[in-house]
């Protein structure tokens, strides 16, 4: 990739980032449309633009702290291809200036002494202040080291279709190197990020893009042949083609989401999945009457949350300089309210997974104990049993999936089920 460095790369890298640091829309997206409008960049010319601005995002406050009084685009970009992607100034050459050398010499000479926690941590402030109350101040280092690197890419085997070692055996012979996921009993882990998008696997349903945490709110969930169950966040609809599958297409799943884009793009995923069970439904609110419908007759409800998206911090790295405090606190409103209305479906025994891909307990413990008080009717069920009958060997009455500790996105989730 060095090979092709040039002014005019470093000069798209620079443009992406300008507007990714106005932080007005989902970085992956600002990201995608730049390319879109930029068809002359080649598969190695974005990935060098993706990773070298992803890296400023990732690693914002020490390479922040490294620029000092030279604080620019420009300068962010220099030091993260100096610092966190290892660059030499040889290797700078074809863009670095004669004035910028000594001052990149010593901005790559710091070290992490040189920074107070925080940002040692690349975290904003107030999300280190939260973490450190919760895991300490060396645990939230090592956290933080893992939710500043890339995250793997990960697959979900669709049970319909095929199976695991039928999928790692293709892989193998094609050269693709992959290894089965040490959780989920569907995840298969990449070792590198092929392009998937026109794989005959792929395009055949045989699997779909999914983190191997995420896979584990399926099982929690734990749906049955026959049985009316509903996603009740179901965004594009990943963990709704797992449910699917877990349910061998047979009974009723509904697809609830308030964005009709989202569902959507739920749409072509079906089509592959060979599910046929899977009715999505756009609703305007959690109190939507197609929801007041369905009260007490209904299974199981998953609840993925709307929620911060800190613990897809290694996808998403810019999640953590757009909120703070406020919008945590807007969040647990409209979480509980979310749960309330889901707890509504059930049946007696019927059962509620409310899940989060957070970090904070002001999104998970705070939101399932002030339910559990508001509602006697529900029972915390250990996780820990659930996954074990599954063969996935975890620990504690709560799933809680950190990065440091178990190579996946961060992850919380309780299982509530109603008394009969």
Not at 45 to 70: N, Q, W
Not at 290 to 300: N, S
Request: hydrophobic share 45%; aromatic share 6%.
């Amino acid at each position: 990739m060095n090979a092709r460095f040039t002014p005019a790369l470093f000069a798209h890298a620079e443009a992406v980032l300008g507007q990714l640091l106005r932080f007005e829309y989902p970085a992956d997206a600002v990201v995608s449309r730049y390319f879109r409008t930029h068809h002359q960049l080649g598969h190695a010319d974005r990935a060098f633009v993706a990773e070298t601005v992803f890296a400023v995002l990732r690693r914002g406050r020490s390479i922040e702290a490294r620029c000092a009084d030279r604080l620019s685009d420009r300068a962010r970009l220099l030091v993260a291809l100096a610092v966190t992607r290892g660059w030499s100034q040889r290797e700078l050459a074809p863009v670095l200036k004669a004035s910028e050398e000594e001052w990149l010499a010593v901005a790559k000479a710091m070290t992490a002494a040189d920074f107070g926690p925080a940002v040692r941590c690349d975290l904003p402030d107030w999300l280190y202040e939260a973490l450190e109350a919760q895991f300490g101040a060396d645990e939230v280092l090592q956290l933080a080291g893992a939710l500043n690197q890339p995250a793997p890419l990960d697959l979900r085997v669709n049970t319909l279709k095929t199976n695991r070692a039928a999928v790692l055996a293709q892989f193998a012979a094609e050269g693709i190197a992959a290894l089965p996921g040490s959780l989920s009993p569907l995840a298969i882990r990449l070792r590198d990020k092929p392009a998937l998008a026109r794989h005959p696997l792929f395009l055949a349903g045989a699997f779909e893009v999914q983190d191997e945490g995420s896979q584990l709110l399926g099982y929690l969930t734990e749906p049955k042949r026959g049985e009316m169950v509903v996603d009740f966040c179901a965004g594009a609809g990943g963990k709704t083609l797992l449910l699917g599958a877990l349910m061998k297409n047979t009974g009723r799943l509904y697809a609830y989401d308030v964005s009709e884009k989202r569902l959507a793009r739920l749409k072509p995923r079906l089509a592959r999945s060979g599910l046929s069970n899977v009715h999505p439904v756009r609703i305007e609110h959690e109190r939507d009457t197609r929801i007041k419908r369905l009260a007490g007759k209904v299974d199981r409800v998953l609840v993925d949350a709307p929620c911060s998206g800190l613990g897809t911090l290694r996808r998403n790295p810019d999640l953590k300089w757009r909120q703070g405090d406020d919008s945590i606190a807007e969040l647990a409103v409209k979480q509980a309210g979310i749960l309330d209305a889901a707890a509504k479906l059930l049946r007696p025994g019927g059962r509620l997974v409310y899940a989060t891909c957070s970090l904070l307990t002001a999104e998970n413990e705070a939101i399932v104990d002030a339910f559990l008080t508001r509602h006697p009717d529900f029972t915390l069920t250990p996780a820990c049993a659930i996954l074990a009958s599954h063969g996935i060997e975890l620990e504690g009455e709560l799933l809680r999936l950190l990065p440091h500790r178990h190579h996946t996105d961060g992850f919380f989730a309780a299982v509530l089920d109603r008394k009969s």
